[in-house]
């Protein structure tokens, strides 16, 4: 049975519930608020089990990173609403908010750079507003990847919301395999080490 009671281990670190923010639909494909699903599909390409499958307002799949179960999920609620997929999900296999990582786009980073967190607020990014809304903390992972300010001229949402560019795009792939990285270190040695090696 897909995603069964298996993915449960016995101990709260046994699970990780790995989460890439972004918008469902191929309009939102390769945009700069999708950087979160872009990860999660190449962590589910490198170590997942099956393909996506709907559930509950997410597409998830469980996979295995070094002995670990975990489940990869990006929310199908639109992004200022991810939370709503995410608490439920979170809630049915019975995942503590600490055991949670967020990945998503931060417009305060420097383009192309990671930086893992063990908690903190929205920032005034309105998929994390909704998130900590909806899981009533800010005790969760969450690993930000760097999209830069928007050039002079443009508003935010349609910085967000533009795909990457031919010339940005070499450094966003070196992120993406960083972050894949980040991410098996986060399972394999915790955030600790995760952190100092990758922020």
Same mark, same amino acid.
């Given at each position: 049975?897909?995603?069964?009671?298996?993915?449960?281990?016995?101990?709260?670190?046994?699970?990780?519930?790995?989460?890439?923010?972004? /918008?469902?639909?191929?309009?939102?494909?390769?945009?700069?608020?999708?950087?979160?699903?872009?990860?999660?599909? #190449?962590?589910?390409?490198?170590?997942?089990?099956?393909?996506?499958?709907?559930?509950?307002?997410?597409?998830?799949?469980?996979?295995?990173?070094?002995?670990?179960?975990?489940?990869?999920?990006?929310?199908?609620?639109?992004?200022?609403?991810?939370?709503?997929?995410?608490?439920?999900?979170?809630?049915?296999?019975?995942?503590?908010?600490?055991?949670?990582? +967020?990945?998503?786009?931060?417009?305060?980073?420097?383009?192309?750079?990671?930086?893992?967190?063990?908690?903190?607020?929205?920032?005034?990014?309105?998929?994390?507003?909704?998130?900590? #809304?909806?899981?009533?903390?800010?005790?969760?992972?969450?690993?930000?990847?760097?999209?830069?300010?928007?050039? #002079?001229?443009?508003?935010?949402?349609?910085?967000?919301?533009?795909?990457?560019?031919?010339?940005?795009?070499?450094?966003?792939?070196?992120? +993406?395999?960083?972050?894949?990285?980040?991410?098996?270190?986060?399972?394999?040695?915790?955030?600790? #080490?995760?952190? /100092?090696?990758?922020?």
């Amino acid at each position: 049975m897909f995603l069964g009671e298996n993915i449960i281990g016995k101990g709260r670190f046994n699970v990780k519930l790995i989460v890439g923010l972004g /918008n469902p639909g191929k309009k939102y494909e390769l945009t700069k608020h999708n950087i979160g699903f872009l990860i999660v599909d #190449q962590l589910a390409d490198e170590f997942g089990h099956a393909e996506f499958k709907e559930k509950n307002k997410v597409q998830l799949t469980e996979g295995t990173i070094k002995n670990e179960k975990v489940l990869f999920v990006k929310p199908q609620t639109f992004m200022n609403l991810s939370g709503h997929g995410v608490a439920p999900i979170a809630n049915f296999y019975k995942i503590e908010p600490q055991d949670i990582l +967020i990945i998503y786009d931060d417009l305060d980073l420097e383009f192309g750079s990671i930086r893992l967190r063990k908690k903190g607020g929205a920032g005034g990014h309105n998929g994390m507003k909704s998130l900590i #809304q909806m899981l009533g903390t800010e005790e969760f992972l969450r690993l930000k990847v760097g999209i830069g300010r928007p050039p #002079q001229g443009w508003q935010t949402a349609d910085y967000v919301l533009s795909r990457f560019t031919d010339e940005e795009w070499p450094a966003m792939e070196n992120a +993406i395999k960083k972050s894949v990285k980040a991410v098996t270190a986060l399972i394999t040695e915790g955030i600790d #080490q995760a952190m /100092n090696n990758y922020n």
